[in-house]
């Protein structure tokens, strides 16, 4: 194990501008090199040059875990109307099946290798690094309205769009349910936010919607030599991954493990429903939206290392006031609509279809999912460990040695639908994946017709 930690030390050292000689006498270190060694054009074309190569290389690690074609359901859509990609895309071992596989025990699925290689965590299109990636179809809209460019020149964002939420997502209010979505359709920004929320917002929420829609510094958008922008970069905002206070799964590594290919791929979770959250962070576990709003400005926009974060220009939030707004207006964020669940978020039988109804029953029941996912917001705000490393031995794969994942926080399964993919790191790409993977992982054994039973339930949620 120790070759593999060493090359991508020396990789990792590599790209941040030190040489193969300096990074190879460079001993293990939980900070990021403060002084850059290289001219940033010579970064800049070195780096332009790689990209085909990394992006090559991630594409063909997904292609080898998932059919990702564009296979669309004909009857379920998103919120505004985006079609749910639908059917399992996890790809199996040769000669395998799925109720072969749910039949075998842990150890022989790890001792045979059979665990699906769609299972394993997910790296980051560039793991060695990690940092924000934002999709195609935000880049562009952030450019046309605010002039403030999100394109890395050293990689791009893996998942095709028709995998991903759509854009721009609607906007629920809980003080306002009757507006239905408030954005308009629109992706608010900086440049629209005043004139579509003044008079529906109090003046203490319209600031912390400003202050979630402003752009601060960030580890690889910045002013500095080490930024992965072209041009200088006033950074990113909270609102560019949590885009209209839900997701575009825009995608990045969590801040609080090291060595780096230990690090997880994080997938941007929605913050709707936040205000029933007792748990913030896939693993953090943050005890207030007020405690993640800091932590993310002043830790995490910087892969946890504050003395990086001095050096490119930190937000400093006053938590009295700026910290206190920019929580008052998350904690406003709804759920979609579910017209077919009743005040205990159950379904209503005049509503439901038999499939919904028997997918009901397998959730509180033969699935064991009602034992993390409680209604009536589908959460028991916890956190649980899956303990998948039972089903295999430890590997490098694109720089994320996939070992434990550790405790995981249980998100909230209202609105699931309009949140592909799925798990803390993106890994599962549809929800019939999802029920597969927890299938293997709870040993519930759910026949073929219980599990499209299961997904027709959640596509009510």
Not at 30 to 35: E, G, N, R
Not at 157 to 176: A, G, K, N, Q, S
Request: charged residues 25%.
């Amino acid at each position: 194990m120790k070759e593999p930690l060493l090359g991508m030390l020396m990789a990792g050292m590599a790209f941040f501008g030190l040489s193969a000689t300096a990074a190879a006498k460079e001993l293990p270190s939980s900070y990021l090199p403060v002084v850059i060694k290289e001219e940033f054009g010579t970064t800049l074309d070195r780096m332009k040059a790689k990209k085909p190569e990394l992006m090559q290389k991630q594409k063909a690690l997904l292609e080898e875990r998932y059919d990702m074609s564009n296979r669309a359901a004909q009857d379920v859509a998103m919120a505004r109307g985006k079609p749910i990609q639908q059917g399992v895309r996890v790809k199996l071992p040769d000669g395998m099946t799925w109720e072969k596989l749910s039949g075998m025990t842990d150890e022989e699925i790890k001792t045979q290798d059979l665990w699906p290689k769609g299972f394993f965590p997910l790296p980051h299109p560039k793991h060695f690094e990690g940092g924000m990636i934002f999709p195609e179809f935000h880049i562009k809209e952030i450019k046309k309205q605010e002039g403030r460019d999100l394109t890395r020149f050293d990689i791009d964002f893996d998942l095709p769009d028709h995998l991903l939420p759509e854009f721009p997502p609607p906007i629920f209010l809980t003080t306002r349910p009757d507006l239905g979505d408030v954005s308009q359709g629109k992706l608010v920004t900086i440049m629209n936010y005043y004139e579509l929320f003044n008079g529906i917002l109090n003046p203490k929420q319209l600031e912390g919607l400003r202050l979630l829609l402003t752009a601060f510094p960030q580890q690889q958008f910045n002013l500095t030599e080490d930024r992965r922008s072209e041009a200088p970069s006033r950074g990113v905002s909270c609102f560019d991954c949590h885009v209209n206070g839900h997701t575009n799964a825009a995608t990045h590594l969590v801040g609080d493990i090291r060595p780096q290919e230990f690090r997880h791929r994080l997938d941007t979770p929605s913050l709707r429903g936040v205000h029933i959250q007792r748990l913030f962070g896939s693993q953090r576990a943050l005890r207030s939206i007020e405690d993640f709003t800091e932590f993310e400005q002043r830790a995490a926009y910087f892969d946890g290392d504050p003395v990086i974060a001095t050096k490119k220009g930190v937000n400093v939030l006053e938590r009295g006031s700026q910290v206190h707004f920019m929580a008052e207006f998350q904690e406003l964020m709804d759920f979609p609509p579910a017209p077919k669940l009743n005040v205990l978020g159950r379904l209503d039988p005049a509503k439901a279809t038999e499939a919904e109804l028997r997918g009901q029953d397998v959730f509180f029941g033969k699935g064991q999912c009602s034992v993390c996912h409680a209604p009536p917001y589908y959460t028991d705000n916890l956190m649980h460990n899956l303990r998948t490393e039972r089903f295999y031995k430890p590997r490098l794969i694109n720089g994320r040695f996939a070992a434990a994942d550790g405790p995981i926080k249980t998100f909230p399964l209202r609105g699931i639908k309009d949140s592909p993919p799925y798990l803390h790191d993106g890994r599962l790409l549809t929800l019939e994946d999802t029920v597969e993977f927890f299938n293997l992982v709870l040993g519930t054994r759910l026949s073929k017709q219980e599990k499209e039973d299961l997904v027709a339930f959640m596509y009510r949620l």
